[in-house]
C-alpha cells in the first residue's frame, strides 16, 4: 500500500468531513487517493481556511468552494 493510500485509509476511519492541510504535495496526494477509494473529500489548504474565516465564510461553503475548484 502506498504511503497517500495509508493516509486515505487513516483519514476516513476518523470520520472526517474535510482535510485542512498546509502541504500543496499532501493535498494532492491525499485528493489523489481519496478518489482512488471512491470516497472524495474536501481537501484544503491551511490559507484557504483561514482566508474564509477572515471573510466571514461558513466552513460548508468553504467545503463547497473546494469540492468545486478540484485544487
Do not use: F, Y
Request: proline share 7%; charged share 20%; net charge positive.
Amino acid at each position: 500500500m502506498e504511503l497517500g493510500d495509508r493516509k486515505a485509509a487513516n483519514i476516513l476511519a476518523t470520520g472526517a468531513a474535510a482535510i485542512v492541510t498546509g502541504n500543496p504535495g499532501c493535498i494532492l496526494q491525499i485528493r489523489s487517493a481519496l478518489e482512488r477509494a471512491g470516497r472524495p473529500l474536501p481537501v484544503l489548504h491551511t490559507i484557504e481556511l483561514l482566508d474564509g474565516s477572515i471573510r466571514g465564510e461558513w466552513p460548508p461553503a468553504l467545503l463547497r468552494k473546494s469540492a468545486a475548484s478540484g485544487l
